[in-house]
Structure formats: structure tokens, C-alpha cells
């Protein structure tokens, strides 16, 4: 969708290529997660090089803490104490009953691995300003490659891209709390559909949305335009 402003702006014809990962990053095996209990929650699983405001973090709280399945949010990157404690704060008052774990930033070589040990990874953007509402970041297709399916807010590009990855997506509004938690519950409550979901997750990696792939268009683009040689 970036590039179709381009094209209306400039009158251009970018080629888009897409940030996906090699497979050769994925799990050497497909995890196999332990039931759901109070012992052992779902692991909400968001990652990015900044946790901060304005990222679609309050708002998952909010539908979370709304769930009735045992629940866990776990945040990867740089984070302000200031922030952190904050956001503690928050997810207590919502009525969240386990503390936010935040993880230590990792070498991006390593941002598949470590989305795979998660129940569900979060694509959760914000329609402000546009270029968020039409973009289409590493988080989905790390969560792809991962194994594991994902919870998307409903920007549009997501919601061009859902339809694609099947079962791997769940598309949600996070001003609709309730109603979210209760998809999020009868989906955590259903194990054929988490196995089906993660199957579609690695399908739609393997199938499509990976750099082995990719590659190929963007060598092809590249032996176009080089000058031809004897």
C-alpha cells in the first residue's frame, strides 16, 4: 500500500519487496506448546527495538485483561523504567493478574527463535498516522516464520493481508475489549484451531512470506537492469 502512494503521488511503479526472514532462522522443529493452564498461561508474545507509548500496548492490555484464559504479556526491547512501571501499573488496574514480563532486546538474527515459544504473537499497529495504518511490518512475518499465529489490529493493510495467511490471523479492533477477549478465549479454548494455526503460520512462511523467495524477484529486478555482458 506504500507503493500504490508512490505511484499516485509520483507517477512511479516501485518494486515492493517485502521484509521477511530466510528460513533458515526458523525453529529446526515445530514447538509443540503445553495445554493452557493456570500453571502455564497463553504467552502473548510483542517485540520491537523501542517499548514505549502509541504502540497498541495499552490497548492490549485492556483486552487481555478481559480474558477469561489464563494470560501473559510479554514485551521485548528497550524500555524506560518510567514507562515499564507504568504500564505495571495499568495492566494491575485493568485487572490483569500477572505482572508484564519485559525481556531483554536480542540480536535480530534471533527475533524468529524467540517469537516461537509464544501462544500468540501481537501485530497490534495503530491507524494514526497513515503510514502505520498502511504498512506492513517484520513482526508479521516473523510471527509467520515463528510457528505461531497472531492477533491483528485492523489497519489496512492487515486486514488486505489477512485473507493470505488464513488461520495464522486473528484480525481485532482493540476498542472492542470485550469482544476481543471473548474471540481470543474461544479461540485459546479450541486446540484443533491453535494446531491449525500454527500449521498455517509455517505454511504461509515456507509457501510465500520468506526471503529464499523473495530473493528471487529482487535478483531478477536487478539482472534487468544491469547492462547485459558477452
Known amino acids: 500500500m506504500i507503493a500504490q502512494k508512490y505511484t499516485e503521488k509520483y507517477n512511479v511503479a516501485p518494486l515492493v519487496l517485502l521484509n521477511v ?3 533458515s532462522q526458523a525453529p529446526k522443529v515445530p ?26 500496548l495499552e490497548g492490549t492490555i485492556a483486552v487481555l485483561a478481559r480474558m477469561r484464559t489464563p494470560v501473559e504479556l510479554h514485551l521485548r526491547g528497550f524500555v524506560k ?9 495499568l495492566a494491575s488496574g485493568c485487572g490483569l493478574k500477572r505482572p508484564l514480563r519485559f525481556l ?3 540480536s535480530p538474527n534471533e527475533m524468529v527463535r524467540l517469537a516461537a515459544t509464544a501462544d500468540m504473537g501481537l501485530s ?3 491507524r494514526v498516522p497513515l503510514n502505520r495504518d498502511i504498512c506492513l511490518t517484520n513482526k508479521v512475518f516473523a510471527y509467520l516464520l515463528a510457528g505461531i499465529p497472531q492477533l491483528m489490529t485492523d489497519t ?8 493470505e495467511l488464513g488461520a495464522a490471523a486473528l484480525i481485532c479492533k482493540l476498542s472492542q475489549a470485550q ?23 509455517r505454511r504461509a512462511a515456507a509457501g510465500r512470506f520468506c526471503w529464499d523467495l523473495e530473493k528471487e524477484r529482487f535478483l531478477r529486478a536487478v539482472k534487468e537492469i544491469l547492462p547485459k555482458t558477452e
Do not use: K
Open 124 to 126: 497490534v499497529e495503530r
Open 31 to 56: 514447538l509443540d506448546p503445553e495445554p493452557i493452564t493456570e500453571g502455564r498461561p497463553a504467552v502473548f508474545y510483542w517485540f520491537s527495538q523501542t517499548v514505549g507509548p502509541d504502540r497498541g
Open 179 to 201: 469482544e476481543s477477549a471473548a474471540r481470543l478465549d474461544e479461540f485459546f479454548a479450541n486446540p484443533a484451531a491453535v494446531a491449525d494455526a500454527r500449521t498455517s503460520a
Open 81 to 89: 523504567p518510567d514507562y515499564a512501571a507504568g504500564l505495571q501499573t
Open 21 to 23: 526472514f530466510p528460513l
Open 104 to 106: 531483554a532486546p536480542g
Open 156 to 163: 489496512s493493510a492487515q486486514c488486505a493481508l489477512a485473507p
